[in-house]
């Protein structure tokens, strides 16, 4: 288990982070991504990088996940300045919520509007492909549902109120930019939009749990992603899912093939480069939409 950092982040905590990076770089980030496993690429599009290690940052934890580098890269797309995360934190690798939802909070203080969260996840729907990307419409908190939930304990009402609408927590708006996005990039064909559920892993799941998944209208299954929309939606942010189709997730006890986490990073780098367009793209034209409304 990592213990770098408390389990239970004061607003000093976060305070302290904040001030420090804002001392370290002049970038202040309108912009979050935060990229999924083998998706770190994503960052790649940005100029005037700066990248900070992990480890180097107080209070920040560390990713123990293979195709999770582990930085903070700070950069400019066209005119927006963004900030990327090369890797997230779970609850497989020991963190409380507290800490893997620790970088959100930092983004709301540094001035951070618009999240895009990024990650694998295994197709559950029928009709999904391997490679296929997901605009994730909405989300089922399973974790949450047995009280590992990352607003659970007092509120903080500098961050949100106690009981946050989660009802529209995937922006309407970016959700259509995207499909528009998808169209100008002749990508549409393997965007999708669906329910993703959030497992707490690091198992993938039985046949079983996945038929159950399947009732309960789950289009995707992943182990990440969820504590940070609901911490981002809890402040405030606009946010955006996109969940890249990794494998098919067997719902036949006949099947004979096995998931594992080396073909689900072969996936990533398949398609990490057509993210990063929809990516950069899709930054560009919120940022020109918010200048067209100002």
Known sequence: MHTK????????DYKLTTEWLLNQTSHRPK?????????????????????FKYQDI????????????????????EDTPCV??????????GYSLCQVT????????????????????GGICPDFKVGDI?????HINLPGFAGQ??????????????????????SKDLRGLVLDVGVELGCSDFIREGVYCMVSGPNFETIAEARMLQVLGCDSVGMSMVPEVTVAKHCGLRVLGLSLITNKVSLDYSRE????????????????????KIVTKLITRCQQQSINTH
């Open 257 to 276: 093939e096995k998931v594992n986490h080396e073909e689900v990073l072969e996936i990533c780098k398949m398609r990490a480069e057509v993210l990063q």
């Open 102 to 121: 620790f970088p959100v909070r930092i983004f709301k203080l540094m001035g951070v509007e618009l999240m895009l969260v990024t990650n694998a996840s």
């Open 149 to 170: 939930h990352p607003l659970c304990g007092p509120n903080d009402e500098r961050f949100g109120i106690r009981f946050p609408s989660m009802s529209d927590a995937h």
């Open 84 to 93: 990327f995360m090369q890797g997230h934190f779970h609850l497989y690798e």
């Open 5 to 12: 950092g408390t389990c239970c982040c004061s607003f000093e």
């Open 58 to 77: 107080p209070h920040f934890p560390v990713s123990t996940v293979p195709g999770h580098e582990g930085r903070l890269v700070f950069g400019m797309i």
């Open 134 to 138: 997901m605009i994730i419409k909405d």
């Open 31 to 51: 912009v979050a991504v935060i990229c999924g496993s083998g998706l770190g690429l994503l960052a790649d599009g940005a100029a005037n990088k700066q990248t």
